[in-house]
């Protein structure tokens, strides 16, 4: 009972809002039939996480998703058991509840979590589809329903956070990239609220700032900062 109020709050009721770049929902939902985990590429701010939580509507699924960070360990994903009057009880954590429940789960930024996820994360990853629950002595083997995506941004790492050939070659890569002038004006307007001339502006603007490594600025303004930007002058600022 429990589980599924936790559960019900993962539920995506309306469509979100994507606009498609290419053909990533055809490739998704071919990995989703076929049981292959998404390893979701690109820079901060493109859609990746909209993607998922589109993704996630259209499969009728319920979407778990983590950040993860450096101090995130294997039973942080797994679960613990937790002291309740004075009684040892066992808390399933994101991915085992995803698991259980046939759900997606995406673990945001993989590269970031502590390096002992990798062995509760390959299983998973691979044919087996399998969780050990180490802790309780239990094998959780995922229902078809269950999908793992994980994103990871190449140009944020360095290369002792890269991702491991062993991980990454478990997984349907699909790259993202800031969207074309036209699509991302687009996802401007409707996100921000701002008008067709504003947001081409913002577009452009946005576009300069990127590929500008080489001069001293590591990374661009996203799709994430525009929206932002638009917004705020909505609010007259
Ligand atoms: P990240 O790649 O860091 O996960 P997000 O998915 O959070 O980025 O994208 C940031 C914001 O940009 C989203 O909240 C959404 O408003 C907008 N966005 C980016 N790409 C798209 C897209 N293709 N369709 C609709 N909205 C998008």
Request: glycine share 8%.
């Amino acid at each position: 009972m429990k589980d599924n109020i936790r559960l019900e709050e993962h539920r995506i009721e309306q469509e979100p809002f994507y606009l498609p770049i290419g053909e990533e929902i055809k490739l998704a939902e071919a990995a989703y039939e076929t049981g292959l985990p998404l390893l979701l590429k690109g820079p901060t701010g493109c859609g990746k996480t909209r993607f998922m939580q589109y993704l996630a509507w259209k499969l009728n699924r319920p979407l778990i998703t983590v950040s993860c960070h450096d101090d995130l360990s294997t039973s942080d994903l797994v679960g613990r058991y937790l002291i309740r009057a004075g009684e040892a009880v066992w808390t399933d954590g994101p991915l085992t509840l995803a698991v259980r429940a046939g759900a997606i789960c995406y673990l945001d930024e993989i590269v970031e979590a502590r390096k002992d996820t990798t062995v509760v994360i390959h299983p998973l990853a691979d044919d087996r589809r399998e969780l050990p629950i180490e802790k309780r002595g239990e094998l959780l083997v995922a229902p078809p329903e269950f999908m793992l995506a994980v994103s990871y941004n190449p140009g944020y790492q360095s290369v002792i956070k890269d991702l491991k050939p062993s991980t990454r070659q478990r997984f349907v890569a699909l790259s993202f990239d800031y969207p074309n002038p036209e699509a991302e004006a687009e996802i401007v307007i409707k996100e921000s609220g701002v008008s067709e001339d504003l947001a081409t502006s913002l577009v452009k603007l946005g576009r300069m700032t990127r590929g500008l490594k080489d001069s001293g600025l590591p990374e661009g303004a996203s799709t994430r900062l525009l929206i932002q930007a638009g917004k705020l002058i909505e609010q007259d600022i």
